[in-house]
């Protein structure tokens, strides 16, 4: 006879606890602290030079690593060679105000990056890496921030730029479901897409890991030519262990 209330009593007590928890979460999610989006001195375009002077940054595990001095031209492609990937991803962190420099300053032509609020920095700036996964459901979505609609000539017409037409046929294919994080792609076509992805932003700083010798023939000649004409107008800052071959 109360075998059935009981039960009914237990559901009840599991649901509150997974609303609970729920509410829990959105309070954490809703104390942590807030991003600063005031763009105090908008970053528009450089005209001179990205400057380190003397950084160090805090790591996940509260230690310190030295990245010093380094110079980075604007409007021109600065190959960084390093034996110690941690580094490069340290100062691919510090360019994207990611982690906190303990020592030293960088500055993006003559203001320091201490200026720039993190929306600024963001908004002005893209990476292609294997750690930075493709979002969104379809193609289309993946590489384009806003405007689908608007942005698919763009696209389609930097697909047969590149020589990539093996990925779409018509427009239809632009709406392809690529799995999350690109699943259903291969290496090769997520490397290209997050390559799309950045060209098809007005983002004036292009950051690039280890990816371009892991591309080949065709694709990889006509990706280097576009950083190149990019080069121009954008700083571009890749990291490779080795000299980057066309």
Request: charged share 25%; net charge positive.
């Amino acid at each position: 006879y109360l075998r059935s209330p009981l039960n009914r009593l237990s559901n009840v007590l599991i649901i509150w606890q997974v609303g609970l928890t729920s509410f829990n979460k959105l309070i954490s999610i809703y104390n942590l602290p807030r991003e600063n989006r005031r763009i105090q001195n908008p970053l528009k375009k450089l005209s001179s030079e990205i400057r380190l002077d003397s950084v160090s940054y805090l790591n996940d595990d509260y230690s310190v690593s030295r990245i010093g001095d380094l110079i980075i031209k604007s409007n021109s492609i600065t190959q960084i060679f390093s034996e110690d990937k941690k580094i490069i991803d340290g100062l691919f962190n510090i360019l994207q105000k990611k982690i906190e420099i303990v020592e030293g300053n960088v500055y993006f032509d003559e203001i320091s990056i201490h200026e720039l609020s993190e929306f600024e920095v963001r908004k002005n700036t893209t990476i292609i890496s294997h750690d930075v996964p493709l979002l969104g459901a379809t193609l289309i979505k993946a590489v384009s921030y806003n405007n689908q609609e608007k942005n698919k000539v763009k696209l389609l017409n930097l697909i047969k730029e590149l020589d990539c037409d093996f990925l779409v046929c018509n427009e239809k294919d632009l709406s392809f479901k690529i799995g999350d994080s690109g699943e259903k792609l291969t290496i090769n076509e997520r490397i290209l897409l997050q390559f799309i992805r950045a060209f098809m932003t007005n983002k004036n700083i292009i950051l690039i890991d280890d990816v371009i010798n892991q591309l080949a023939g065709v694709q990889k000649e006509k990706i280097i030519h576009k950083l190149n004409s990019l080069s121009l107008n954008k700083t571009i800052i890749f990291y490779s262990n080795h000299k980057i071959t066309e």
